[in-house]
């Protein structure tokens, strides 16, 4: 099946400063990538919609200048979450679909477990 | 606007007997239905999918999930657990009629299969 992948897995950064996670369609092409955060023994809560080409489609609640979106190229989206605070410490995860094969299923990343401190 | 509940917290099981993990979902279309798995710090692992056809799909590692439109209910389902089943269960909805293309996912059930 089609894979995804997102690095880094594990970041520990300090409190002011900025952490980038990448997700990557290995094997097709996404014009739109998912962005979720996922906080300890809950659900996913969806964050953003990345559209290559176009900017963010963010959800309510979600501050834009905070968490940075860029898709950039089919394969390739950013989460850049800005002047990091303990409270943004999270499981932050991407997925994509393969919509070129038609499939409805989405791929998800590995995740990124970011420990601000 | 589309959701999805998953009742129960966790759902305990003896290793070899049957299991059944609740799933109901709320869409103003039909819907798209997915079962997902994630294991300690890792991503989401497809399972299996509901779009039209058969009520009864077969998925990954022997689960299957039965789709009934009256009940608004896609439960999931394994004849035999094993311990290694033992993980967190997502069920998923994507609205056809509303056109979003992300899922909503429910709470999540912790299976713990017992040897």
């Known amino acids: 099946g089609a894979v995804v992948s997102q690095h880094p897995s594990r970041v520990i950064c300090k409190s002011g400063t900025s952490v980038k996670i990448e997700c990557r369609s290995l094997d097709f092409q996404a014009t739109t990538m998912f962005w979720y955060r996922q906080f300890p023994k809950q659900s996913l809560m969806l964050m953003a919609t990345s559209n290559e080409g176009s900017k963010a489609t963010y959800e309510q609640g979600v501050e834009k200048d905070k968490f940075l979106i860029n898709h950039a190229s089919l394969t390739l989206s950013t989460l850049t979450v800005t002047s990091a605070h303990p409270e943004d410490s999270s499981f932050y995860i991407c997925?994509?679909?393969?919509?070129?094969?038609?499939?409805?299923?989405?791929?998800f990343g590995q995740g990124t477990r970011l420990t601000v401190v | 606007a589309q959701s999805v509940a998953q009742p129960e917290d966790q759902v305990n099981v003896a290793e070899g007997n049957p299991l059944t993990v609740k799933c109901t979902y709320s869409v103003s279309g039909n819907p798209y239905l997915f079962w997902y798995v994630q294991y300690p710090n890792r991503g989401l692992q497809f399972l299996l999918k509901?779009?039209?056809?058969?009520?009864l799909v077969k998925g990954s590692y022997g689960f299957e999930a039965e789709f009934n439109k009256s009940q608004t209910s896609f439960h999931l389902k394994k004849p035999s657990a094993l311990v290694s089943d033992s993980a967190l269960y997502f069920c998923a909805v994507r609205d056809i009629k509303r056109g979003r293309r992300a899922l909503t996912f429910g709470s999540g059930t912790r299976l713990q299969v017992q040897p």
């Open positions: 997925s994509a679909r393969d919509q070129g094969q038609g499939l409805t299923e989405a791929f």
């Open positions: 509901y779009i039209t056809g058969d009520n």
